[in-house]
């Protein structure tokens, strides 16, 4: 079970009809949005009405009034990589360790399109209330996945017709270069290092962001949205 708190959270995770324990409402929301009972009660959720007090010692001040105990998100293991013949767009993660960084890819998955984020096991920040919470939601229509060997992983994906595109402050390829029909399994590097050299020597493309300011470096959540913004498939609107 997973703490989740925050109005988009509560009201993403009941439209994605998410097993809900102890769904707490504070007194002072409870009269400002009066839907929330309503929508809680038509979907079959026990609810209470409580002090702001015990929401802000119980799930911090940034509950917004809004909050509730929910079964452990879905993830998804290496079997499903053989589960992606609709897919087009495969976000993989290669050691984000940062959970405010994850939770914003997240938001940018979700907002383009995205199909899947693989993320190895290790070197990696795990689903928890913090990447839950800066999702604002996006995280309940987001399919996720961990697995031993992001090497393995990009290696099935390219049998499956994927073309990988890494990215890097020395690639050569803007996005607007890529066939945008293609099928793409996209790569962020971490935080402090940027892409393994093992994935670069993998990726079909290199792709670099244009800038022009003094500061050539970008927060990773910033690079991810920027890239999978203009790499995004177009069918799928």
Known sequence: MIKIY?????YEAIRAKAKLKTVLISDFVAKKDKNICDILSK????????????????????????AAIREDYKIYDESY???????????????????????AILRSVDAFGYDLVILPKNRSCMVNETV??????????????????LLTAVTKL??????????????????KDIDPSLRLAVIIGS?????????VNQSDYLITIPMVGHVNSLNASVSAGIVL????NRDSE
Request: proline content about 1%.
């Open 6 to 10: 925050g109005k988009n959270c509560i």
């Open 43 to 66: 979907n079959g959720y026990d609810y209470k009405i409580v002090a702001k007090e015990k929401l802000d010692r119980e799930y911090t001040t940034q509950n917004q009034g809004y």
């Open 81 to 103: 990589l053989n589960e992606l013949s609709n897919a087009k767009r495969i976000l993989i993660l290669d050691g984000i360790q940062d959970p405010h960084n994850l939770g």
């Open 132 to 149: 839950a919470h800066i999702s604002t939601g996006a995280i309940e229509h987001t399919k996720i996945m961990y697995v031993n060997s």
């Open 158 to 175: 390219k049998a499956q017709a994927f073309w990988i595109c890494g990215t890097d402050a020395k690639g050569t390829v803007e996005c």
């Open 191 to 199: 935080e402090g290092f940027g892409m393994s050299k093992t994935l």
């Open 229 to 232: 913004a203009m790499l995004m």
